[in-house]
């Protein structure tokens, strides 16, 4: 779908204040899409707001778009039903453990975004495996994902 850059928004659970973009990646991206253009490797959903699309991932992709001033780019759009949250937040970290490399920057803000967006009611998580560890169930509660033990299982 052709959409115009400056309809594209962040990944809602990409807290860009505490995990910035940063200029080596996106000067390198400017010249890869100065030197060969730029290939529809984004996926986004619509936006809750009417005309603008959530990425998923790509971040640093943006930002090298917007500085080059391309004003259109044709990419993939699925629903917000195919897309939804649970989604965006693999598909996110996903692409950044994968393309960048996993860090502890990057794992400390994937875990953060999960546990914010199930904090919020945004995403339901799996249970959580009714495994005994030493007659103790393991309970997890957010935000903080502290584990707290009951001694009676069948509760």
Do not use: C
């Not at 259109?72 to 996903?94: F, G, Q, W, Y």
């Amino acid at each position: 779908m052709e959409i115009a850059v400056s309809n594209l928004l962040p990944n809602p659970f990409r807290h860009l204040e505490r995990y910035p973009i940063r200029r080596d990646k996106v000067e390198a991206l400017k010249a890869s899409i100065s030197s060969t253009e730029f290939w529809d490797n984004l996926i986004a959903r619509p936006a809750e707001s009417n005309g603008h699309f959530e990425l998923a991932y790509g971040h640093h992709r943006l930002a090298a778009l917007k500085e080059l001033e391309v004003p259109t780019i044709d990419i993939p759009v699925k629903s917000r039903e195919k897309l939804n949250n649970e989604m965006m937040l693999k598909v996110m970290a996903h692409e950044n453990m994968e393309e960048w490399g996993a860090s502890a920057l990057i794992e400390q803000e994937t875990v953060r975004a999960v546990v914010g967006a199930f904090a919020e009611g945004k995403i339901e998580l799996g249970s959580v495996s009714q495994s005994k560890k030493q007659g103790h169930l393991q309970v997890r509660k957010a935000p903080g994902f502290v584990l707290q033990h009951k001694t009676d299982i069948s509760t």
